[in-house]
């Protein structure tokens, strides 16, 4: 119940005050579990996404959003999962796990961190390593304009359009899921997410 009320309350503050557009959402599977693979520009970002998918959606974020009682309430709200960010416990991943098992949606931000520049940081290979563990497509999304919504570092938004593109489902070899082939996976969900950003960011200036 409190997803909903947070998700509808983030649906219209993007649709009014960043006229937020959503490209690609028929390539979410209905019934079936996967993962999401955004980029990470702002600390809006959990919030765009949730206003952006229908189906409810499980998030992995920083333990640090759960230590002020403000940001813990609307993390919890939106299904948020403690995470370190120096890498998965065992239990965050039994629980991440658990999440895809029932046929739910998990979103895992690759960088780990928010950038704040507008350009791709480094991706950690748990994202990759959870879908082959789990045996579940990557669908990449791309988060136009969310840097400028929220800079990082800012407290209050200002308003600009914001983009969210999602790409097909990457579907992965689960035969194989040695450090090789998370490391393959990684690129993959790597540049297909580069490829919706440069096509993102080229639709905006003809908006």
């Known amino acids: 119940m409190l997803y909903k009320i947070v998700r509808l309350i983030a649906l219209i503050f993007f649709k009014l005050f960043?006229?937020?557009?959503v490209e690609g959402n028929n390539r979410l599977p209905s019934n079936e579990a996967f993962i999401l693979a955004p980029n990470h520009f702002s600390n809006l970002d959990v919030f765009i996404l949730s206003a952006a998918v229908n189906r409810e959606i499980y998030t992995l974020g920083k333990k640090e959003l759960f230590k002020n009682r403000f940001s813990r309430f609307l993390f919890t709200g939106l299904n948020g999962i403690s995470?370190?960010?120096?890498?998965?416990?065992?239990?965050?991943?039994?629980?991440?796990?658990?999440?895809?098992?029932?046929?739910?949606?998990?979103?895992v931000f690759p960088e780990g961190y928010v950038s704040g520049n507008g350009t791709l940081g480094r991706f950690k290979d748990g994202t990759a390593k959870l879908a082959l563990d789990a045996k579940v497509p990557v669908?990449?999304?791309?988060?136009?304009?969310?840097?400028?919504?929220?800079?990082?570092?800012?407290?209050?938004?200002?308003?600009?359009?914001?983009?969210?593109?999602?790409?097909?489902?990457?579907?992965?070899?689960?035969?194989?899921?040695?450090?090789?082939?998370?490391?393959?996976?990684?690129?993959?969900?790597?540049?297909?997410?580069?490829?919706?950003?440069?096509?993102?960011?080229?639709?905006?200036?003809?908006?």
């Open 83 to 107: 995470v370190n960010r120096k890498g998965f416990c065992r239990q965050t991943l039994k629980t991440a796990l658990d999440i895809l098992q029932q046929n739910k949606v998990l979103a």
């Open 18 to 21: 960043s006229r937020l557009r």
């Open 139 to 207: 669908i990449p999304v791309a988060i136009i304009g969310s840097n400028r919504l929220l800079p990082l570092g800012k407290k209050i938004p200002r308003p600009h359009r914001v983009i969210v593109k999602f790409g097909k489902p990457i579907v992965a070899d689960f035969s194989n899921s040695n450090r090789e082939a998370i490391k393959e996976y990684t690129s993959m969900i790597n540049n297909e997410i580069i490829l919706l950003l440069n096509q993102g960011n080229n639709n905006e200036k003809l908006l």
